[in-house]
């Protein structure tokens, strides 16, 4: 007998590729207070060292808590692992002939932050454990981590490690040139000839003669600028091009009134952060500027006004082949360049190609404007007494904000909600989620980054879980007032809040701003739970029959995975041979799941992720530069 299918709601739906990911449980240990965590995690740590030195794998058991997770990106291997529970971690570690590639960890005492301390393991604060930041050593590189150890009342109350997090962050005789191996900037004595530094950066920007870009970045975004920086401090030869006219367009481009959601201390760019007196939330243009002087500082060789014609790829040179088409900007010419990268790397953005609905009648329409909302440039300054109608449809970040533009400049707008929103306030989502982490109080970057990638995916499920409740709690008289507008909400997936639709969707959530307490007062008006049947010549007609008249509609509709852009710039064999896909949050995958190893990666927008994880992308493109084996 045919079995019906199960409708998922919407705010528990995944990508294609992806899938639901489950809360783990609270560890089932005590809370008790140590006595002295230097000696607890100097003890873990020394066993550790010798299980690993002697190969006594077996012993795992008595260092891992039956529920731990040990996530490490490039530490174990030339990928990233989730290993979760000790028969796991030990058959990891017993499958390599020649020995784990983690050769030893150290406690990190470098400062405040990284010692180790007693800190709760879950959201609420009742588990407590001692946390230590750690340093870590590999057969070829070394980098950073952090444990989260437990007591197991089940094994005679032994400190266990609940979670740990190992990641490689430099090669040895790769290193960055930073600090102590900065360049010298000049040779000095007599050279006939020499060329000064202006000259010398002219040739390489332009990759005159028979210089070459060992590595391709498509797009100069912020994902492009990072990864470009980490390279070429790598001495790594690296082009980045893009099809607009200047770096920062990206955002430029976008609609008049766009802020950044997220706040300044969750957004620092590698090398240069921002400086101490950046708003805490940026505008668009603001941030435009920033990316412009970024790659200027930064000597990162990018070229405007470029797009990819072509891209072939060789096996046996293990190269690619690439045409790419150059415009001048000041006389309008153009050149034709063919290079030769061994990697290409696509930062075209989080998102993919618009997604613009078709829908019966759209051609029909006599209105201004009907577009989609990565083409709005901003309501317009309407004559005194001059009344017009604006429909929006979509609900998230984008919807909302344009919504409220139409309204500032005077339009009788409606916004469109076709299933459910998250939405948590400014202001007690970034408290609640990001206080004491990502703040004006908080731990430096690079720690604060390890402190939320080493929580493994599940476990940040159950945190959230109770953070969502927390930020609820908080939001309640704006969510009531939503609800009896006829806005209707949903908690993200399984209540885990907006992180968990980011990472599973990318999409589906508002952090309000401001255009959550329009629709309570009714300024900004809601069609709720109703698909659009038919676009008229004077407005939109849904499934109830009604039909809302507008001069302007804009879909707010979202974009498509950015797979798919691969597939547009690179065709479907090489596009269907990217390994894992955009929003995959499976329990043994990475938060940082956009990439896998390949001679093409795709970066993801997130800063945060893009501090972090896109030191180690670097990392897998700089041992094969160096003949190191993979």
């Not at 005590?30 to 965590?37: L, M, T, V």
Request: net charge negative; hydrophobic share 35%; with cysteine.
């Amino acid at each position: 007998m045919a079995t019906a299918a199960v409708e998922v709601p919407s705010h528990n739906r995944v990508e294609p590729g992806s899938q639901q990911l489950k809360a783990a449980a609270y560890p089932e240990s005590g809370s008790s207070s140590p006595a002295d965590p230097n000696a607890i995690a100097a003890d873990w740590v020394d066993s550790f060292n010798r299980v690993l030195s002697n190969r006594e794998f077996k012993s795992i058991k008595n260092l891992f808590l039956a529920e731990s997770c040990w996530r490490d990106q490039l530490g174990l291997s030339w990928n990233y692992h989730t290993l979760k529970g000790p028969d796991k971690i030990k058959s990891f570690l017993s499958s390599a002939s020649d020995g784990p590639r983690i050769h030893s960890i150290n406690i990190d005492n470098t400062n405040a932050t990284r010692q180790p301390t007693i800190s709760a393991v879950d959201f609420n604060g009742k588990i407590n454990g001692v946390v230590s930041f750690l340093t870590i050593e590999t057969d070829v590189g070394r980098g950073r981590g952090l444990v989260r150890l437990l007591r197991d009342f089940n094994d005679s109350a032994k400190w266990k490690a609940f979670t740990l997090f190992t990641a490689m962050h430099e090669l040895k005789g790769h290193e960055e040139t930073v600090k102590a191996n900065r360049p010298h900037g000049v040779v000095h004595g007599g050279q006939p000839g020499r060329k000064n530094w202006l000259e010398r950066r002219r040739a390489q920007e332009n990759f005159e003669g028979d210089l070459e870009p060992t590595v391709l970045i498509l797009g100069a975004g912020q994902g492009g600028l990072t990864s470009a920086a980490r390279l070429e401090q790598l001495q790594i030869p690296t082009l980045i091009i893009d099809s607009n006219t200047r770096i920062g367009d990206n955002w430029r481009k976008r609609y008049h009134q766009l802020v950044l959601h997220d706040p300044v201390w969750y957004d620092h760019m590698p090398y240069i952060p921002f400086p101490s007196h950046w708003p805490m939330f940026t505008p668009k243009d603001k941030l435009a500027e920033w990316f412009e002087s970024y790659a200027q500082l930064l000597e990162l060789n990018v070229w405007t006004s470029t797009t990819l014609t072509d891209a072939k790829w060789d096996e046996d040179k293990r190269q690619w082949t690439v045409i790419l088409i150059r415009k001048n900007n000041l006389d309008n010419g153009e050149e034709t360049r063919t290079l030769h990268p061994r990697h290409i790397i696509q930062a075209t953005g989080h998102s993919g190609e618009m997604k613009m609905p078709s829908i019966k009648g759209m051609d029909s329409f006599k209105g201004d404007v009907l577009r989609h909302s990565s083409q709005f440039k901003g309501a317009k300054v309407l004559p005194k007494g001059e009344t017009r109608r604006a429909i929006v449809v979509g609900c998230c970040n984008s919807g909302h904000d344009i919504a409220q533009d139409f309204y500032e400049h005077g339009y009788d707008v409606t916004i469109v909600q076709r299933s459910s929103t998250y939405v948590m306030s400014s202001e007690n989502g970034i408290d609640v989620l990001l206080g004491g982490l990502y703040d004006e109080g908080g731990p430096e970057t690079e720690d604060a980054d390890i402190l939320f990638m080493s929580i493994p995916n599940a476990m940040l499920k159950r945190m959230h879980q109770d953070a969502t409740a927390e930020i609820s709690r908080r939001d309640e008289p704006i969510l009531k007032g939503l609800e009896k507008a006829g806005f209707k909400l949903d908690s993200g997936p399984d209540d885990a809040g907006f992180f968990m639709k980011y990472f599973q969707r990318g999409g589906g959530y508002y952090i309000d701003v401001g255009c959550s307490q329009l629709i309570v007062d009714g300024k900004i008006k809601v069609k709720q739970g109703q698909e659009i049947e038919e676009v008229k010549p004077n407005g939109l007609l849904f499934a109830d029959g009604e039909v809302l008249e507008a001069d302007e509609i804009i879909f707010a509709t979202g974009y498509e995975n950015m797979r798919g852009t691969a597939r547009k710039i690179f065709g479907d064999e090489l596009a269907d041979k990217v390994e894992v896909t955009q929003h995959d949050l499976a329990e043994t995958a990475d938060r940082d799941a956009n990439w896998r190893r390949r001679t093409f990666g795709a970066l993801t927008r997130k800063e945060s992720y893009e501090r972090c994880g896109g030191k180690q992308k670097v990392l897998v493109i700089n041992p094969q530069v160096a003949r190191l084996t993979l």
